[in-house]
């Protein structure tokens, strides 16, 4: 099965609201990272976040090992947030992406 | 500068020619990543690379080969290319293989097999 599943597949908010992008895994983790993917363009890692919570500006991570999952937390959501957010689960050479949530934010 | 640079960033070719998509890095990164990108299939792993001359099959390594005989230079060839290889085409690298390392990826490369 899929070893690592995110929700939701898509989202759309209004500028301001908040957003909680989640991320599951089915074995164990090595490191967990957060990446960020605008429309058409390449990846830029948002968060290295193996356990605990760490913060970016607007952004939070937390990633809770025993329950095999990790959140990305965004605040007071901007139109320029507006991408496709992946998490990375990484074990040894091997990183595994899950497929993504479609954020648009709306003016 | 911390780049992750691949050329050509856009490709149309017919069926059974050769491609040649080219990566660069100036991190002197031991780790060289190829994925493809496709709607609904997330990125795959085509192959890694350890280090020169120390590449390894991913997850999807049929249709492809690759080639690293410098360590900022990470080459991967389609030979005869087919059209469900139009996709794109993203190279990455991380200092190591070490899981703690962070993955810097390039603008990628799109690839139309027709």
């Known amino acids: 099965g899929q070893q690592v599943q995110q929700s939701p597949a898509s989202l759309v908010l209004q500028e301001g609201e908040n957003a909680e992008l989640q991320c599951n895994f089915s074995t164990s983790l090595n490191s967990m990272q957060w990446f960020y993917q605008r429309p058409g363009g390449s990846l830029v890692s948002l968060f290295y976040n193996p356990s605990g919570t760490k913060h970016s500006g607007r952004l939070t991570s937390t990633t809770v090992i025993k329950e095999r999952r990790s959140s990305l937390h965004i605040s007071s959501s901007q139109t320029t947030d507006s991408g496709t957010y992946l998490c990375a689960l990484a074990g040894g050479y091997k990183v595994v992406f899950g497929s993504g949530t479609r954020l648009l934010v709306s003016p | 500068d911390m780049k992750v640079t691949q050329m050509p960033r856009y490709l149309i070719k017919r069926m059974g020619e050769n491609v040649l998509l080219e990566c660069g890095q100036d991190?002197?990164?031991?780790?060289m990543y190829w994925y493809r990108q496709d709607p609904g299939l997330g990125l795959q792993l085509i192959y890694i690379s350890y280090d020169v001359d120390s590449n390894s099959e991913g997850d999807i390594p049929k249709g492809y080969r690759v080639s690293r005989k410098k360590r900022e230079h990470f080459s991967l060839i389609l030979d005869s290319a087919k059209t469900n290889q139009t996709s794109v085409y993203f190279c990455?690298?991380?200092?190591?293989?070490?899981?703690?390392?962070?993955?810097?990826f390039g603008e990628g490369s799109r690839l139309i097999v027709v």
């Open positions: 991190m002197s990164h031991e780790t």
């Open positions: 990455a690298s991380s200092l190591s293989t070490n899981s703690g390392n962070t993955l810097y």
